[in-house]
């Protein structure tokens, strides 16, 4: 029900925007948010939207370079990743929160993307 589009291959400093399309159903009275898992590693919260756009959280790793967004008339959440690091390289999920808050807690989403993959060249 969640397609994440628009990963690829990028140099270090360069940008790229992530898009999550809802298909079949509505998600514009949830919460969003965007994880992401490197190779080896435990799937980790990247930023997160409520259901309005009027709240917004990221972890400090990307904070100040991505910009999390919503346009619940397209029913799409997009993550926008400027200033892009090898060390963001990694699968891009985006997830639909079980209520209409932005959250960074895992167990708190309810339907997951099937990921994106973004690789950032030194």
């Known amino acids: 029900q969640l397609q994440a589009s628009g990963g690829g291959l990028v140099q270090a400093g360069g940008s790229l925007r992530l898009s999550c399309a809802a298909s079949r159903r509505t998600f514009s009275n949830n919460g969003m948010g965007w994880f992401r898992q490197a190779p080896g590693k435990e799937r980790e919260f990247v930023a997160t939207i409520n259901w309005n756009g009027s709240n917004k959280y990221y972890a400090d790793s990307v904070k100040g370079r991505f910009t999390i967004s919503r346009d619940n008339s397209k029913n799409t959440v997009y993550l926008q990743m400027n200033g892009l690091k090898p060390e963001d390289t990694a699968v891009y999920y985006c997830?639909?929160?079980?209520?209409?808050?932005?959250?960074?807690?895992?167990?708190?989403?309810?339907?997951w993307g099937q990921g994106t993959q973004v690789t950032v060249s030194s």
């Open positions: 997830a639909a929160a079980r209520g209409a808050w932005h959250t960074s807690v895992t167990s708190n989403y309810q339907y």
